[in-house]
């Protein structure tokens, strides 16, 4: 059974640093493309970034902040987000793109709010 499970959000200050974690278990981790959404309210949900093997891709918006990783030992990824501004604040979400001989399908997590407030 595929599981992802969000856990790091929380509120932060402007211009400080979080970093959100996404234990993964149920799929083969270590080949499996992997992203961060987030959702702010009143809004769709938007691809935040997205790790491929050792390849990373980033929104426009988090580039040069926003830093995603994996540690395929312990089935994780992890966002760490850096300068952090008002307009971060949103769930965040966490997803796998798992592909089996007979099926490809996303699985989500239940997501980790963020808020950025003084």
């Known amino acids: 059974q595929v599981r992802l499970v969000e856990s790091g959000g929380g509120l932060v200050q402007p211009g400080g640093s979080l970093r959100l974690s996404c234990e993964t278990s149920?799929?083969?981790?270590?080949?499996?493309?992997m992203k961060w959404y987030r959702q702010a309210p009143g809004k769709e949900r938007a691809l935040v970034a997205t790790?491929?093997?050792?390849?990373?891709t980033y929104a426009d918006s988090v580039k040069d902040r926003f830093s995603i990783s994996k540690d395929n030992r312990k089935n994780t990824m992890y966002l760490q987000m850096s300068r952090l501004k008002p307009e971060d604040t949103a769930v965040y979400y966490c997803?796998?793109?798992?592909?089996?001989?007979?099926?490809?399908?996303?699985?989500w997590g239940q997501g980790t709010q963020v808020t950025v407030s003084s």
């Open positions: 790790i491929t093997g050792i390849t990373t």
């Open positions: 997803s796998a793109d798992v592909i089996t001989i007979s099926t490809r399908r996303t699985y």
């Open positions: 149920g799929f083969t981790f270590s080949r499996t493309t």
